[in-house]
């Protein structure tokens, strides 16, 4: 069974100023996706970024980047130049190749202050 | 409209009403799923459909009845509900096979309180 693990409940942040957040899962499959879904206060949750796991290069969108290191089965967020519309909870998830089935981590609650 | 929608968006209920949850999705997608989200607990997965046949059934109590009609629609009926199926339960949906990553869309939820 694969586990998705956010060890950081609640963080916060400066605008403008730079945030990592922490993600490590656990599995023993090698080919799977992992994703950053972001969800704001009362909206929708959006996707952040993906990431496949076959490739070696990290994943960028605009401020958001991950740092994927597979081998540590880890998967950090980073945003950089923190807005006051990053405030929401990230979830990080994890799927199979050509699975339908994604799991969630337990969530980071970001608060971005002016 | 656009995207996945759901409604209602909030719902008070007793534990001997029985009620129904809908979500739709304006995406094309042949996938859908319902996901239960509690306080300080991660996103469960409850029901998966895939092509309008129920693929996966995660351990779900009877008293939730997951309904497919068709792929751009899909029911979640409640019964005889307990206090702590109290939730924000979300709908999702994707395209199955993915030509890239298996994304899967939410639409924004039904906040259920059982009395």
């Known amino acids: 069974a694969q586990t998705v693990t956010q060890s950081q409940p609640e963080m916060s942040v400066q605008e403008a100023e730079t945030v990592t957040l922490s993600c490590t899962y656990d599995?023993?499959?090698?080919?799977?996706?992992l994703f950053w879904y972001k969800q704001p206060p009362s909206r929708q949750m959006i996707l952040v970024i993906r990431q496949e796991a076959y490739k070696q290069q990290n994943a960028t969108e605009n401020r958001f980047s991950v740092n994927f290191q597979k081998a540590a089965k880890s998967f950090s967020l980073k945003i950089s130049d923190s807005q006051l519309g990053d405030t929401a909870m990230y979830f990080c998830?994890?799927?199979?190749?050509?699975?339908?089935?994604?799991?969630f981590g337990g969530g980071t609650r970001l608060m971005v202050k002016p | 409209e656009t995207g996945v929608t759901q409604t209602p968006r909030h719902l008070v209920m007793g534990m001997t009403n029985k009620k129904s949850l809908k979500c739709e999705q304006h995406?094309?997608?042949?996938?859908m799923y319902w996901y239960k989200q509690s306080a300080k607990k991660p996103l469960e997965l409850m029901f998966v459909?895939?092509?309008?046949?129920?693929?996966e059934n995660n351990s779900v109590p009877s008293r939730f009845s997951p309904e497919c009609p068709n792929s751009s629609h899909l029911f979640l009926h409640l019964h005889t509900l307990q206090p702590e199926d109290s939730a924000l339960y979300l709908c999702?949906?994707?395209?199955?096979?993915?030509?890239?990553?298996?994304?899967?869309?939410f639409g924004p939820g039904t906040r259920l309180t059982v009395l």
């Open positions: 599995t023993s499959e090698n080919n799977y996706y």
């Open positions: 995406l094309g997608h042949n996938a």
């Open positions: 998830a994890f799927i199979f190749n050509a699975g339908n089935m994604l799991t």
């Open positions: 999702a949906s994707s395209q199955e096979p993915s030509p890239s990553s298996n994304e899967q869309f």
């Open positions: 459909y895939s092509l309008e046949e129920r693929v």
